[in-house]
């Protein structure tokens, strides 16, 4: 219950913020283009991104941001950069417990805090920020890289537990799907491979 009340605390800020913060409509360079073809359905400069014209078309028809339509193209980036973060905050957490064991009370409220701490600096770093308050494709892009990790250290976390292999396939899932926003996602594919190979055979890094 605490590290979801932590996770809330990372995600509600950055969502605030990012919303505060956020292009009124369209802004330089990808973004009008991006904003355009979200909302006709059009098709975006090489390599294409499918998945988020679709995504992005939905949130052309919401309710918020009435007078102008790039902004609510706009707050997709927002949603994706916040649950960035919070992933981020999650996968911290994840990889610290697995690296400090301890029985005590009150150090896991240390880990908490710090992942907090490294995941808000994270939300407000000069690409993040920037990312997360236009229309690009790079927000989306990298909670879909968020996704990937956090399902693997699931996966890790559960090895050996009846019904484990689907955070297997969510991830190859996931993968598939980040081909329609950017390919950038495929840059977790060594850190996936490495996590499944060191957590089926013996061998360390010493």
């Known amino acids: 219950m605490t590290n979801r009340i932590f996770a809330a605390i990372v995600f509600l800020p950055c969502f605030i ?3 505060a913060t956020m292009a009124p409509s369209a802004s ?20 294409g ?7 992005g078309n939905f949130f052309t028809s919401l309710f918020f941001f009435i007078t102008d339509i790039g902004a609510r193209v706009n707050l997709l980036s927002v949603v994706c950069s916040s649950l960035s973060a919070t992933l981020l905050y999650l996968i911290i957490v994840n990889l610290i417990k697995n690296w400090f064991k301890t029985n ?14 490294g995941s808000l600096l994270f939300a407000f770093t000069d690409s993040q920020w920037f990312n997360a308050v236009e229309s690009e494709v790079y927000a989306m892009s990298t909670l879909s890289t968020a996704l990937v990790i ?27 799907l980040s ?23 013996k061998d360390n890094f010493g």
């Open 17 to 19: 913020i990012y919303i």
């Open 28 to 47: 330089f360079w990808d973004s009008g283009e991006f904003i355009a073809v979200s909302y006709n359905l059009g098709v975006t400069h090489p390599s």
């Open 49 to 55: 991104a499918p998945l988020y014209i679709l995504i």
């Open 104 to 117: 005590s009370k009150i150090e896991p409220l240390g880990i908490y805090f710090s992942a907090m701490v």
């Open 150 to 176: 956090w399902l693997i250290l699931k996966w890790t976390e559960n090895r050996g537990k009846l019904g484990n292999a689907k955070y297997i396939i969510l991830t190859a899932y996931v993968f598939g």
């Open 179 to 201: 081909i329609g926003v950017h390919p950038l996602n495929l840059l977790a594919i060594p850190f996936v491979v490495f996590t499944i190979y060191f957590n089926h055979t």
